[in-house]
């Protein structure tokens, strides 16, 4: 691949920065992920419930890192099948991940956390598909 020039690679790299950015920004019927996100987190703490979050592969890493700062400002943030996870309760927030499809441990977490009475928040990239959706009760839709 011949290298390229200065001019060439900044403007290769604002065509990368606008894609990625359009991810976030394109029109949607459906609310952004962030802002659901955000106002399930303060339900949950305003009802004093627990936040547990799950997912597969990376994005379990980052709802991993997402529980730890939650942690951080002070609210009670569990990863499933850490050692010291609580059993789920009707005051909880459960938040997983789907991805594009469903998963079975997400469907099974999903289905414990909903019959227990908790809120559940799917984050997704397929919001109308997928076996983790009939569990859900909130389902946030993540464009990709």
Not at 117 to 129: E, F, I, M, R, W
């Amino acid at each position: 691949m011949a290298e390229l020039n200065p001019t060439e690679s900044a403007l290769l790299a604002s065509k990368i920065c606008n894609q990625i950015s359009s991810v976030f920004t394109t029109k949607s019927p459906n609310p952004a992920a962030l802002d659901v996100l955000v106002q399930e987190i303060a339900d949950a703490a305003n009802r004093n419930g627990r936040v547990f979050v799950y997912g597969v592969d990376r994005e379990g890493l980052m709802l991993k890192v997402l529980s730890r700062r939650l942690f951080h400002l002070g609210l009670p943030a569990h990863y499933v099948f850490d050692k010291k996870t609580h059993p789920i309760c009707p005051s909880d927030l459960l938040i997983a991940s789907a991805g594009l499809r469903g998963f079975a441990t997400v469907d099974v977490i999903s289905r414990v956390a909903y019959s227990s009475g908790a809120q559940v928040l799917l984050l997704t990239t397929q919001p109308d598909s997928g076996s983790s959706t009939k569990y859900a009760t909130i389902v946030a839709y993540i464009p990709a």
